[in-house]
């Protein structure tokens, strides 16, 4: 079974520009989280999808940044315009099941900002 | 608040000691607890968890960990530390409720002398 895979590994973008990443959760999971880890500080949660429904978006930072997850398959998170504090590490998971014990993490994309 | 403290930002031990890395966690309510690590260039890979039941967790590559709830501690151990152990670890919680967000720590980077 192919685990969460996150594309691209790493980008590296200018200020005011847009980035897409992308995150193909586990087959047949129905659940996909992405939480963020910036420079020094803990990884923290973004939003959580049910199949292509948002169920908690409280940790997404501001309105520069757009999650979508069309067909209940693989998820795109959108930063637009990104902005230096926005570097960090973007991470993946997905569950089958609604419970935490459960979530399997992607490698992650490292995001740098300049 | 919900939170998580690994007071320890980077700890280094020579290969072959043992090792224990420190965790403490701020609930309402006994969490799901939760150790992660993170290789270079690699995803966050479970290690451990404690759900209920037995307070001692045995893991993955030999680690364990202690929940001791009147110290509201997680702390994850080892015995003998093998270079390939060299990594950043994170403690993480979850709540028992249909909430499905892990709330993690900073990280502790573990540097293995030879």
């Known amino acids: 079974e192919a685990g969460v895979t996150q594309f691209p590994s790493h980008s590296v973008i200018e200020k005011g520009q847009t980035v897409t990443l992308r995150c193909d959760p586990i087959?047949?999971?129905?659940?996909l989280y992405w939480y963020r880890r910036v420079m020094g500080k803990e990884i923290k949660f973004l939003l959580h999808?049910?199949?292509?429904?948002?169920?908690?978006e409280s940790g997404m930072p501001n309105n520069r940044f757009l999650a979508e997850r069309t067909g209940g398959t693989y998820s795109t998170l959108k930063v637009q315009p990104a902005e230096l504090e926005d570097s960090g590490v973007y991470f993946c998971?997905?569950?089958?099941?609604?419970?935490?014990?459960?979530?399997?993490f992607g490698p992650g994309t490292r995001l740098l900002v300049l | 608040a919900q939170s998580v403290t690994q007071p320890d930002i980077h700890i280094t031990v020579s290969e072959g000691a043992s090792l224990e890395l420190r965790c403490n966690y701020s609930?309402?309510?006994?969490?799901?607890l939760f150790w992660y690590v993170q290789s270079p260039g690699q995803g966050l890979q479970l290690l451990l968890k404690?759900?209920?039941?037995?307070?001692l967790v045995q893991g993955i590559k030999g680690f364990e960990a202690e929940f001791k709830r009147s110290q509201s501690s997680f702390n994850l151990r080892k015995p003998s530390v093998h270079w390939s152990d060299a990594a950043e670890y994170f403690c993480?919680?979850?709540?028992?409720?249909?909430?499905?967000?892990?709330?993690f720590g900073k990280g502790t980077r573990l540097h293995i002398l030879p």
């Open positions: 998971a997905s569950s089958r099941g609604l419970a935490v014990e459960t979530q399997y």
């Open positions: 087959s047949g999971h129905d659940n």
């Open positions: 999808f049910v199949k292509e429904s948002k169920q908690d």
């Open positions: 609930y309402g309510a006994t969490p799901y």
């Open positions: 404690y759900l209920s039941g037995d307070t």
């Open positions: 993480a919680v979850g709540a028992r409720t249909r909430d499905d967000k892990i709330i």
